[in-house]
């Protein structure tokens, strides 16, 4: 396909997006149980879910709606949740905070900023913060992790304690606070200790040596601790780790069980367990006292239809078991009630990535049952009119791809991501990759002022740094002079920052192959190469619903079943290897002018003025106003571990509407 680029890149009022709810349960009983949805890192997609036990609804999606004034977002990645003192704590790591809101209202009361935070736990007023403490990213010189003490009243850090590499769970038991470290940005130096620390005056006391790259660690009712062990991934397999207190009253691994285990819980003597390793999925019961295993706490239907376990928790009240399934990471999850027996008694769309759950016995007030989200029109995008991707690592999950879907499909599901105030991330792949939308209404051109704004998942690892996944898309826009409702007229490139910065390229051009195995590349500088597959996405990077015959509209056409070819600004990379092995690199954010260049907290950087359009020559264009957008990969450039810099586009809104 040939995308001719013709040309190249504040504040509206920020819309409150009210939560979607359905009838799941059975009314009945009181509280509720918040989900929290971590979204694939780099999506900026965490998003937090309630189920009300009283009326058995599930409200996805309510931070928003609750919180007016916050931005829309949680943030990028949610961690962990918890429910303590009438409040309700969120960890969200990739945007190193913790989110404090009233338990009863999931209204916001305070942002606690702490680096890289993990998990939660709580004792005597306090609430305990793990902390890998540096950035986000492998790197084997990484720091010592901390646990933070936060004053559950004042909301103040309190206390920092060093600990080992990447701390991941905590538990309280016999007046100490167990840490289970992983290393696991140090692969293959993994760690292997528990640190246990006095509460009496906080610092280290102990340390256990257990097991490598450690994750999950819990207390049960006879005072036992139980560990995950991952293993190395290679040569040592994952464990699952009894500690009980020795004759020196520390606690030690008393018992260790050869099961991969991801998640676990309770449920009165019963160790109720989940893995997915090697692309199998398994379920178990441990008894607790006497070590058996009891078989599976699934049914043999259910375990079929669940592509991905990942969430696991029961209730205490009753003892039912809510299990999630993340499916392919990047779309909607499931979650599952099931009873003692393992019959499932309701389930209900998640967020992307539902991964834990906190409940709450106290009387809630909620957003009212019913509110449904704008599906089309309005200041947002009314329809898609075109998507081809490049080849990419997201292709075929962003949207999701499914056998004998055809390009009308996939449009539909585009539309069903990005219309409305729906905010679905679809990917544009490597570069040339684009989508073109269109509103049901003019955009106008206001002179001196931003005329919409565009929504993507760039997410810095610091503020100070200005960098970490930003992958910046050449923006056009069109006005429809020929007022026949088609993006058919001339084509406009916003000049952004780079427009006539050293080393950006007009005119650029590439075509991509489909070959034997994988794909290749050449492009009008003369360079070639190939995309690689990277270790976390194996499925196939070109888009499969592209026929022989072009079923793309206007002046976009593909080249071929074998072949994709584009043309556009390219500008000049914006990563840089902080590691020096192609493990962390960071993408760095460009002045202005560019999609997904941004976190979507900063609204000015991430809004776009008409008058900024320019001709194929460079010339500033005078337009009353746009009613189609076109956003385009804008680099092409592979990023070790990270992949092909990709563009990904989840909404668009008119600030004038």
Request: charged share 20%.
């Amino acid at each position: 396909m040939i995308f001719a680029a013709f040309l190249t890149g504040c504040r509206g009022d920020e819309l409150v997006v009210p939560s979607e709810t359905e009838q799941a349960g059975v009314a009945g009983g009181k509280g509720g149980m918040y989900l929290l949805n971590e979204g694939n890192m780099g999506s900026n997609k965490c998003t937090l879910d309630f189920y009300d036990f009283a009326s058995g609804q599930y409200l996805r999606n309510i931070y928003a709606e609750r919180n007016p004034g916050e931005v829309m977002e949680l943030g990028d990645v949610g961690n962990d949740i918890a429910v303590y003192g009438g409040k309700l704590y969120i960890t969200v790591n990739c945007s190193h905070k913790v989110e404090v809101l009233d338990a009863a209202t999931a209204t916001k009361i305070k942002q606690i900023d702490i680096p890289n935070c993990r998990y939660l736990a709580f004792a005597d007023g306090n609430a305990y913060v793990s902390s890998y403490i540096g950035p986000v990213g492998p790197d084997p010189n990484s720091p010592l992790g901390s646990v933070f003490r936060i004053d559950t009243l004042s909301l103040e850090v309190t206390g920092e304690v060093a600990v080992g590499y990447q701390p991941e769970e905590m538990a309280v038991a016999d007046g100490m606070l167990f840490v289970a470290n992983s290393g696991g940005y140090r692969a293959p130096d993994y760690d292997d200790r528990i640190t246990a620390i006095s509460l009496a005056d906080f610092s280290t006391a102990y340390e256990i040596k257990a097991a490598v790259n450690l994750l999950r660690l819990k207390r049960d009712g006879y005072g036992n601790l139980w560990a995950t062990s991952r293993g190395d991934h290679k040569d040592v397999p994952s464990s699952l780790l009894c500690l009980g207190k020795n004759s020196a009253g520390r606690y030690a691994v008393s018992k260790r069980y050869d099961i991969g285990c991801d998640n676990f819980a309770f449920r009165g003597d019963s160790l109720l367990f989940i893995s997915s390793r090697g692309g199998e999925n398994s379920y178990g019961v441990l008894d607790i006292t006497t070590g058996e295993q009891l078989g599976s706490f699934v049914s043999p239907a259910l375990e079929r239809e669940i592509t991905r376990p990942y969430g696991l928790a029961v209730n205490p009240a009753d003892g039912n078991i809510f299990l999630t399934d993340a499916k392919n990471y990047v779309s909607s999850g499931t979650l599952y009630c099931l009873d003692g027996s393992g019959a499932t008694l309701w389930s209900a769309r998640t967020g992307d990535i539902p991964c834990a759950m906190a409940f709450t016995s106290g009387a809630v007030s909620l957003p009212a049952p019913g509110a449904k989200p704008e599906v089309s029109g309005g200041a947002y995008i009314s329809r898609v009119f075109e998507y081809c991707p490049a080849p990419g690592q997201f292709v075929n999950l962003m949207p999701a791809y499914e056998e004998g879907d055809e390009y009308a499909d996939i449009l539909r599901k585009c539309e069903e991501a990005l219309c409305g105030t729906r905010s679905d991330c679809i990917t544009l792949g490597g570069f040339g990759g684009y989508v073109t939308f269109g509103f049901d209404h003019m955009v106008p051109n206001v002179e001196g002022e931003p005329d919409f704004r565009l929504w993507g998942n760039a997410v810095w690892q610091s503020r100070e740094l200005r960098g970490g996944s930003a992958e910046p898309g050449i923006v056009y826009v069109s006005y429809d002079a020929n007022a026949n409702g088609r993006p058919d007229d001339e084509w406009f490139e916003l000049a952004g920052s780079e427009y006539d910065a050293p080393g950006t390229i007009h005119d650029y051009r590439i075509t991509y192959t489909r070959r034997e195995g994988d794909i290749g590349w050449s492009d009008s500088e003369g360079e070639s190469g190939s995309i690689a597959l990277n270790p976390y996405h194996r499925q196939s990077y070109w888009p499969l619903w592209l026929g022989g015959e072009s079923r793309l509209e206007g002046e976009n056409r593909q080249g071929g079943e074998n072949r994709l070819e584009f043309a556009g600004t390219r500008l000049a990379p914006n990563a840089v290897d902080a590691s020096g092995d192609g493990s962390n690199f960071i993408l760095y954010s460009y002045p202005w002018g560019y999609a997904d260049n941004y976190p979507n907290s900063f609204e000015a950087e991430n809004s776009f003025d008409i008058s900024w359009a320019v001709d194929a020559s460079g010339r500033p264009v005078k337009l009353p106003g746009i009613h189609f957008v076109r956003v385009m990969t804008g680099l092409h450039q592979y990023c070790g571990a990270l992949g092909e810099t990709s563009t990904e586009l989840s909404k668009a809104q008119d600030l004038h509407y």
